[in-house]
């Protein structure tokens, strides 16, 4: 059972964010949650970097999954950002990331939380995928990419 297109908004795909770093990239998906979510921004930046004390969420091959948990958020929220240039991340193949799939979860949605980053895992494997995410201009097809609509 796909789980993306029930956390992953049309609204939530960002393309060609222009940023230098982790940190900024965090700043930016704090404020669309707050915006959306009406959930603290900096609740956000600091989960995300609470789990990236524990390790790098970098995948390889220019993919990052940070994710991170929120109180009071109510159900898993998905939002892809593609950057308009690559940063480092850490990631296992020392490839900076360019693409990313930031998963917010509620505290405590465990199972939940393990069966999108399975699923996660598993889509960005696709060379081909990768390659059309990185290509498309267009964020709706990316949201129809991601959400398993096309």
């Known amino acids: 059972m796909s789980f993306l297109h029930k956390i992953l908004r049309p609204g939530h795909v960002v393309l ?3 940023v ?6 965090f700043e930016q998906v704090g404020l669309l949650a707050e915006n959306d979510y009406q959930i603290a921004r900096s609740k956000v930046t600091d989960s995300l970097f609470d789990r990236e004390k524990l390790g790098s969420t970098g995948l390889g091959q220019g993919v990052a999954i940070p994710h991170g948990r929120i109180k009071g958020l109510k159900e898993a929220v998905g939002i892809f950002v593609r950057l308009k240039a690559a940063i480092p991340f850490d990631a296992p193949d020392g490839k900076p990331v360019q693409l990313l799939f930031v998963l917010l979860v509620p505290d405590h949605a465990s199972e939940l939380h393990l069966q999108i980053l399975g699923e996660l895992a598993e889509l960005f494997c696709s060379r081909a995928l990768r390659e059309q995410l990185l290509q498309s201009a ?3 097809q990316v949201y129809r990419m991601l959400s398993g609509q096309e």
């Open 16 to 18: 060609d964010l222009d």
């Open 20 to 25: 230098s770093s982790k940190k900024r990239v």
């Open 138 to 140: 267009d964020p709706d």
